[in-house]
């Protein structure tokens, strides 16, 4: 499951603003903003929904093993 400080990672490399990834997954935006801020546990599936979609714009989520869960964009990352 992504965390909330991966999901701002990964907006971040992306360059996607909260509204912006609301707008991709049909997400409210305000939930988001509550997620990210650690004041609402969603239900799993609609993590997974965020996930997906920042994974389709070309991030990657990274393991905790071999150093540390984290975020990056694929070679061919598309911002």
């Known amino acids: 499951m992504m965390t909330p400080a991966e999901c701002i990672a990964a907006r971040s490399l992306l360059a996607w603003s909260q509204l912006h990834l ?6 409210d935006v305000s939930a988001i903003r509550n997620y990210e801020a650690g004041k609402i546990a969603p239900a799993e599936a609609n993590v997974e929904a965020l996930r ?8 990657q ?19």
């Open 22 to 27: 609301a707008e991709a997954t049909g997400a």
């Open 52 to 59: 997906r979609a920042l994974e389709a714009a070309g991030v």
């Open 61 to 79: 989520f990274v393991s905790e093993i071999g150093g540390g869960a984290g975020v990056r964009l694929h070679e061919s990352g598309i911002g």
